[in-house]
């Protein structure tokens, strides 16, 4: 381990399975800095490895690292405790003109160590009067999914939106507002690190994709956000209106699962 190099890929590699680590997560994905240096290691690494005397398996711990086990009380607390602040600080946000019409901010529901998480547009006038999302008839239709589709408890998942108060009489959310709110969704997502995020819908989609392309051209593939693997469905709304497409919703649903490696019930299958 003399090699210079070496140590700040190992110190590199360590710091990233930290950031990463989650003990239902299958894969680590190398930042582009730690990818440059792998790959400058890989032309120049094997001199310096030969005038290694020590034997590098044993020298390069990389993967092996001890990562912190995000499950256990400590961090998990700490995850909790991070998610209950920043609620706290979203309860108070008057970022947007959205905060004097509101009952009270829809920050989220569910479990904080979901596997995955549903992201919505914004409340409706029923969970801004509960200050839960996704609790109105739409809500009902996403709850449906969950449980009778996907075989969860809707408490396992974790469900929120990009926008945190109801817009008046449901309009769309202006662009300045989800820029204003986003940063509330980027660190729920950052502090959960689920497996999977599910992207309901229009705004959900363009808002964690930075696309304007068509739900129906989204889904169907996978996508990634900050490293998370990310599907898009259509919103339950739109599926209460257009119920033919509800077909769609359920064929993206089962690729979820299939990935999450929870079972599709028999008969169910497309
Ligand atoms: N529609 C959404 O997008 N979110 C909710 O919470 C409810 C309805
Ligand atoms: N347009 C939307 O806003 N949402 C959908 O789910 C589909 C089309």
């Known amino acids: 381990m003399s090699n210079p190099l070496y140590r700040e890929i190992v110190q590199d590699i360590r710091t990233l399975v930290e950031a990463t680590a989650h003990p239902r997560r299958r894969t680590i994905r190398l930042s582009p800095e730690v990818a440059a240096k792998l790959e400058a290691l890989s032309s120049a690494g094997s001199a310096a490895a030969a005038a290694d005397t020590h034997s590098e398996p044993a020298e390069v711990p990389a993967a092996s690292t001890p990562a912190p086990d995000p499950g256990s009380p400590s961090d998990s607390g700490a995850r909790e405790a991070a998610l209950d602040a920043l609620e706290k600080m979203v309860a108070m946000c ?30 409706g006038a029923d969970e801004d009067r509960q200050g839960v999302p996704f609790v109105g008839r739409a809500g009902q239709l996403l709850t449906d999914i969950i449980t009778k589709g996907m075989g969860l408890q809707r408490e396992e998942v974790y469900i929120c939106n990009v926008i945190k108060c109801r817009p008046p009489n449901n309009r769309d959310p202006k662009p300045a507002e989800i820029e204003q709110c986003e940063p509330y969704l980027v660190e729920q997502l950052r502090l959960i690190q689920p497996e999977v995020i599910c992207a309901l819908g229009a705004h959900a989609a363009r808002t964690l994709l930075r696309t304007n392309v068509a739900v129906g051209k989204l889904r169907d593939q996978w996508h990634e956000y900050c490293g998370i693997p990310l599907r898009v469905t259509y919103h339950p709304s739109y599926l209460l209106r257009n119920p033919a497409d509800k077909r769609k919703t359920w064929e993206d649903i089962q690729v979820i699962m299939e990935y999450l490696g929870i079972p599709i019930p028999q008969g169910k299958g497309s």
Do not use: M, N
């Not at 004097?100 to 547009?121: L, M, W, Y």
């Open 94 to 123: 008057t970022k947007c003109e959205l905060c004097h019409g509101r009952t009270q901010t829809v920050f989220a529901d569910g479990d904080p160590t979901a596997r995955i998480v549903f992201v919505g547009e914004a409340p």
